[in-house]
């Protein structure tokens, strides 16, 4: 599920200083000497401290001009109301330590926390496992909060009959014939808060992924997607669970002109490599 230029420039710290007047400019020409001794009619030691004095005073100011950017008002997380994007950076929160089937759960009670849970969920929501039946009635409730459980479950059932899944070259189960590997992997890419209080959020998860049947007599190839999801969040229980959520098509970048990857390739990759949790 990149949502533009989200990085900030060379020059974002860069601190101007100007020289106090009648300071000594340590970069300009020196002054003719006087007298033995002398620098521009001062003692050359008195000139020296000044101007060491000024080379450790523009440093400091740098210094500080770079240790926290001058805009931060200490809340985590990006906000929803800046036009531009924050990065993902360290900010002291632990990360999430609990979680069942792979699905994160005990996000912190604050805007980054509700970015990671909508982070996580986009993920379960968009996988493979959602396509068969067992494994979706324990997805669904451990994502959403209780009374939307029931209702979310017979929609994504309904969504996902058997005629869909025929379609998808699957079984009934949601599983592939036999040679053939159904991969749908997921990735966010970004996260932004559109709204946010103590107790409900709504956020936006930009994604990539991977989806089709991996296989030599597959009719439905493995291609790569763009998207974006919304998901509606509410604080319960000390955790951020969700609500409801829809999906639209992009921001999709140019592709480029790599060449495809086999499909032997593509079912080893999936077989072979891991997914993340995604905590902030």
Not at 43 to 68: C, D, K, Y
Not at 215 to 228: E, H, I, K, L, M
Request: glycine share 12%.
């Amino acid at each position: 599920m990149s949502l533009g230029d989200d990085g900030y420039g060379d020059d974002r710290h860069m601190t101007r200083t100007r020289l106090p007047d009648g300071e000594v400019d340590p970069y300009a020409p020196a002054r003719r000497g006087t007298g033995r001794g002398m620098r521009g009619g001062r003692p050359a030691g008195r000139s020296l401290v000044t101007v060491v004095g000024v080379i450790v005073l523009l440093i400091a100011a740098i210094a500080f001009a770079n240790r926290g950017g001058g805009d931060s008002d200490g809340s985590d997380g990006a906000s929803h109301k800046g036009a531009s994007s924050e990065p993902t950076h360290p900010t002291g929160v632990k990360p999430v330590e609990g979680g069942a089937g792979g699905i994160a759960s005990g996000f912190a009670h604050s805007e980054q926390g509700a970015q990671s849970a909508a982070a996580n969920f986009a993920v379960a929501l968009v996988s493979a496992d959602i396509l068969k039946p067992a494994r979706r009635h324990e997805i669904v409730p451990q994502i959403f909060v209780n009374d939307k459980v029931g209702e979310l479950q017979s929609k994504l059932d309904n969504a996902y009959s058997k005629d869909f899944l025929a379609k998808l070259g699957l079984n009934e189960n949601g599983d592939a014939a036999k040679g053939l590997t159904y991969v749908s992997r997921t990735a966010p890419i970004g996260t932004k808060a559109t709204q946010y209080n103590d107790s409900a959020a709504t956020v936006e998860v930009w994604c990539t992924g991977v989806f089709g049947t991996a296989g030599t007599s597959s009719t439905n190839p493995v291609a790569n997607d763009w998207f974006t999801m919304t998901i509606t969040l509410r604080w319960v229980n000390n955790d951020w669970k969700a609500e409801g959520f829809s999906q639209k098509d992009g921001p999709a970048p140019v592709n480029s002109d790599r060449r495809a990857s086999t499909a032997d390739e593509i079912a080893k990759a999936v077989e072979q490599y891991g997914g993340f949790t995604y905590a902030r």
